[in-house]
């Protein structure tokens, strides 16, 4: 079965460090780039992070740089969001994505390719941060 399972989110006072995993099953894994996204209700999803195939370049939007850091395993096939720092304004729901078609990894975000869409997303996994 081809998905994307992430874990690692909870519950962490302001200031405190989680890491989130995300591990794919059915496919390669190593062939794609993969992006962090965050969404809390009422606001529009925003890419996080995203890591590219390869030699891993990683790339962060600018309220996360300096405090997350984005890392791929792919001989477990899985990638890893290592989170230090965190504010309160972090709280959200985590997932992580990938599409088979040519995605782009630019300025925290994994851009679709040329269909439009990225086809493959996980559940998502709640992270809480406390003031």
């Known amino acids: 079965q081809v998905q994307l399972v992430e874990s690692g989110g909870g519950l962490v006072q302001s200031g405190g460090s989680l890491r989130l995993s995300c591990k794919s099953s059915?496919?390669?894994?190593?062939?794609?780039?993969i992006g962090w996204f965050r969404q809390t209700p009422g606001k529009e999803r925003e890419g996080v992070s995203c890591?590219?195939?390869?030699?891993?370049?990683?790339s962060y939007v600018a309220s996360v740089k300096g405090r997350f850091t984005m890392t791929r395993d792919d001989a477990d096939d899985t990638v890893y969001l290592q989170m230090d720092s965190l504010k309160p304004e972090d709280t959200a729901v985590y997932y992580c994505?990938?599409?088979?078609?040519?995605?782009?990894?630019?300025?925290?975000?994994?851009?679709?390719?040329?269909?439009?869409?990225?086809?493959?997303w996980g559940q998502g996994t709640l992270v809480t941060v406390s003031s």
């Open positions: 994505a990938t599409d088979r078609f040519a995605p782009k990894c630019t300025e925290g975000e994994l851009r679709p390719g040329p269909r439009g869409y990225l086809e493959l």
């Open positions: 059915g496919f390669t894994f190593g062939y794609y780039g």
């Open positions: 890591i590219t195939s390869g030699r891993g370049a990683t």
